[in-house]
């Protein structure tokens, strides 16, 4: 069969949304497991999520040490050795620190689950926490620290968030030299007594994992290891922001590297869908008013985007981007042009359906396989949201009128609410 290539292919618009479908059940210990049981490949993946966040150990680097130190030895293997097991059985753990809670992933082929499953858990329930790995992870970070503080983005970064939370604030608080003297092997010990514990844990596990392994997660860790109540995870108090503009100094920078935006909401807002969809028009994908105006038709940066950070108790929608020093103030003021016209100008019908469809495409594309929905998924957990939240958002995406986001960019993009920063010379 021939094809004629000078006719385009048909395409069809998607106007429903279809979401794998999720078990959830608890083990004995009341530990709670979300199941993603899809794909045609004998693969699985399996994150734990601990409270052993940055917030429940109210000490810098506490939590990422602690995560990163359990898979640098056990009282059954050393750091290599667990290395060399996990490359035999073509497993992977990963290992990541975040403000309300600590994971642990491991990717291992269905058929190793049975061993790859009792090294996890001699990773999470046995670390010995040596002093020299600590040591070398204290290095390690310390090294990353200064080549990142030494970045315009980096300070204009820590600027933009304590500015917005205070430096007290979790959300606010960076690290400082200091920190990395205070920090002990008891420090971590007692953390990770305190923190890695059934109470308030979740396991989700998506892929294949076979037809064995609610014994093995019973098995390996549906007994009661610790009664240790989890660490209260309380708000954090809200702090308004003190400044609207801030320029931080750096003499020897070649860049100015800019942080616009406004103070937001979480995940559980009503207009949160909405606003999403707005900053996608601002600067949220390659064709926004943003990249046109300021990278296409004026060449002032090469890169700008806007986004939308959330935590569980707070969010804020920030635009970002580096500039040469003599065009920041050009940069700045095409940037609040745009945020203006998004005031006072609805958004015209071929535009937002075009970002419509991006947003569709790009929703699609992040939920292909068990794997990419349960990472979209366990986004939900902090707030125990349902995964109908995804449904909702598609909904509102196919529904949203110029008029709608007109009232949003009005009600929340404010021009008394913006907040600039600016690092550089």
């Known amino acids: 069969m021939s094809i004629n290539r000078t006719i385009a292919p048909e395409y069809k618009n998607i ?43 109210n000490q810098p680097l506490l939590a990422s040490i602690t995560n990163k130190a359990l898979s640098e030895g056990t009282q059954n293997f050393t750091g290599a050795e667990i290395s060399e097991k996990l490359d035999f059985y073509g497993a992977f753990i990963g290992q990541q620190a975040q403000f309300h809670h600590s994971i642990v992933t491991l990717v291992t082929l269905s058929h190793f689950l049975p061993q790859t499953m009792e090294i996890l858990e001699d990773i999470i329930k046995n670390p010995v926490f040596e002093q020299k790995e ?16 030494d970045k315009v983005k980096t300070l204009a970064t820590r600027a933009f968030t304590q500015n ?29 007594q305190k923190t890695y514990i059934p109470k308030g844990t979740h396991i989700i596990i998506s892929g294949q994992p076979g037809d064995n392994f609610k014994a093995l997660l019973s098995k390996h860790f549906g007994q009661t290891w610790s009664t240790v109540e989890p660490i209260a995870d309380n708000k954090p108090q809200q702090l308004n922001p003190t400044e609207k503009e801030i320029f931080v100094a750096k003499e020897d920078a ?19 869908h ?19 105006n300021i990278r296409e038709e004026k060449g002032l940066t090469y890169g700008i985007s806007s986004f939308i950070m959330t935590y569980k108790h707070a969010g804020f929608l920030v635009i970002s981007s580096d500039v040469k020093a003599e065009n920041r103030e050009l940069a700045i003021k095409e940037i609040y042009s ?24 790009d929703m699609i594309r992040n939920f292909d396989g068990p794997f990419a929905t349960s990472d979209n998924y366990r986004g939900l957990i902090d707030l125990n949201l349902s995964p109908d939240y995804f449904k909702q958002f598609f909904k509102e995406l196919t529904s949203i009128t110029s ?18 920063v600016v690092a550089g010379k």
Do not use: W
Not at 274 to 292: D, E
Not at 407 to 419: G, S
């Open 164 to 192: 917005l939370y205070g430096k007290d604030h979790p959300y606010g608080n960076y690290l400082t030299l200091e920190d990395f003297e205070k920090l002990t092997r008891q420090n971590v010990i007692d953390f990770h």
């Open 15 to 57: 106007d429903t949304f279809n979401l794998l479908p999720i078990e959830t059940f608890k083990l004995d210990n009341r530990i709670q497991v979300h199941l993603m049981q899809a794909g045609s490949q004998d693969v699985c993946k399996l994150d734990f999520l601990f409270p052993a966040g940055s917030i429940q150990a």
């Open 254 to 272: 070649l860049q100015s590297s800019i942080k616009i935006g406004v103070p937001l909401f979480n995940k559980e807002h009503p207009d949160f």
């Open 134 to 149: 600590i040591d070398t992870l204290l290095n390690k970070r310390k090294q990353e620290f200064l080549i990142e503080s």
């Open 274 to 292: 909405g606003m999403q969809i707005l900053n996608a028009v601002l600067g949220g994908y390659f064709g926004s008013r943003l990249m046109t």
């Open 403 to 420: 008029e709608r986001l007109q009232q949003l960019a009005q009600k929340y993009l404010k021009e008394e609410n913006i907040i600039t």
């Open 338 to 361: 745009e945020i203006a016209q998004l005031r006072n100008e609805a958004i015209g019908e071929d535009e937002l359906n075009l970002v419509r469809n991006f947003l569709i495409g």
